[in-house]
């Protein structure tokens, strides 16, 4: 299964960006997708997760209110929308494809694109 972000970019403190997520050659309505962020230096974090069908959801509290994930699975397509960014949003972000909504975690992931920069200015 090959997952492809798109959508970074650089966008000042306060700003709005949508992250996209989709698979050029796999139907991804059956996967638990996870949005998760690495900046530099610091660990892999988690930052959303969302079920096959999009009836279950879960953030991070660093993100809770400003970020929202959904899907549509008739597009193939899982998204990010975040909201207020600010200059501790600046990672790396990855989409990662698994199983089961309760190990939608780093090490519980199956597959993971190669990721999106985001660069949030001050």
């Known amino acids: 299964l090959q997952l492809v972000e798109s959508g970074g970019g650089l966008v000042q403190s306060g700003g709005s960006l949508r992250l996209s997520c989709t698979a050029p050659?796999?139907?991804?309505?059956?996967?638990?997708i996870g949005w998760f962020r690495q900046a530099p230096g610091k660990e892999r974090e988690g930052v959303s997760c969302i079920s096959g069908r999009g009836s279950s959801k879960k953030y991070s509290d660093s993100v809770k209110g400003r970020f929202t994930t959904s899907r549509d699975n008739a597009k193939n397509t899982i998204y990010l929308q975040m909201e207020s960014l600010k200059s501790e949003d600046t990672a790396v972000y990855y989409c990662?494809?698994?199983?089961?909504?309760?190990?939608?975690?780093?090490?519980?992931?199956?597959?993971w694109g190669k990721g999106t920069l985001v660069t949030v200015s001050s």
């Open positions: 990662a494809a698994g199983g089961m909504f309760k190990n939608c975690d780093a090490s519980g992931m199956d597959y």
């Open positions: 050659d796999s139907a991804l309505d059956t996967y638990v």
